[in-house]
T-cell receptor, first 114, second 110 residues
Framework: EAQVTQNPRYLITVTGKKLTVTCSQN?????MSWYRQDPGLGLRQIYY???????DKGDVPEGYKVSRKEKRNFPLILESPSPNQTSLYFC?????????????FGPGTRLTVT | ELKVEQNPLFLSMQEGKNYTIYCNYS?????LYWYRQDPGKSLESLFV?????AVKQEGRLMASLDTKARLSTLHITAAVHDLSATYFC??????????FGPGTRLSVLP
């Protein structure tokens, strides 16, 4: 089954404790993105990647890092989480094979930073 | 800076009625997407609109794009309860930089 997976699905942590949220896709997509969703703000793109070793900042990259060492994986790293990073995070992947770049989203990771 | 607005932000409508959700954006873009999100769930792609005048239909939903007006509409025909969800539009700024609207929360009442 074609899918985007994220782990963990739920995470409660404390300020300053480094964490990584993993994202993996099995569709051989070139493009991957991370978003955060906050009430009333829609989704905001954190980082995106256009291929292995190619990443770029989205609209809210501060406090986050990413890497793309393999095509299928795109982990999101919070080196020193703060309470304002409490949010719902989505990973997405897409391809230009049919020219639409249609995104497929993972199930989401709800992060709480205390 | 690309801004994407949606209106209304909240919509309560009766079953059987028609309504339109509007999405407008501030700078030129050649791709516009509509998504649906059910409470507690992820996003599901509904429509991809790639050119001026594009119209796509699926069931009771129809989306259109006017790139000159920087406006997309999502029209709901004869609403049913199953359409209750939050609907987002998203526009591509450059590369793979997607900018989403704030969402329209739709409630269809019996």
């Amino acid at each position: 089954e074609a899918q985007v997976t994220q782990n963990p699905r739920y995470l409660i942590t404390v300020t300053g404790k480094k964490l990584t949220v993993t994202c993996s896709q099995n569709m051989n997509h070139e493009y991957m993105s991370w978003y955060r969703q906050d009430p009333g703000l829609g989704l905001r793109q954190i980082y995106y990647s256009m291929n292995v070793e190619v990443t770029d900042k989205g609209d809210v990259p501060e406090g986050y890092k990413v890497s793309r060492k393999e095509k299928r994986n795109f982990p999101l790293i919070l080196e020193s989480p703060s309470p304002n990073q409490t949010s719902l995070y989505f990973c997405a992947s897409s391809s230009d094979r049919v020219g639409t770049y249609e995104q497929y989203f993972g199930p989401g990771t709800r992060l709480t930073v205390t | 800076e690309l801004k994407v607005e949606q209106n209304p932000l909240f919509l309560s409508m009766q079953e059987g009625k028609n309504y339109t959700i509007y999405c407008n954006y501030s700078t030129t873009s050649d791709r516009l997407y509509w998504y649906r999100q059910d409470p507690g769930k992820s996003l599901e792609s509904l429509f991809v609109l790639l050119s001026n005048g594009a119209v796509k239909q699926e069931g009771r939903l129809m989306a259109s794009l006017d790139t000159k007006a920087r406006l997309s509409t999502l029209h709901i025909t004869a609403a049913v309860h199953d359409l209750s969800a939050t609907y987002f539009c998203a526009v591509v700024n450059y590369g793979q930089n997607f900018v989403f609207g704030p969402g329209t929360r739709l409630s269809v009442l019996p």
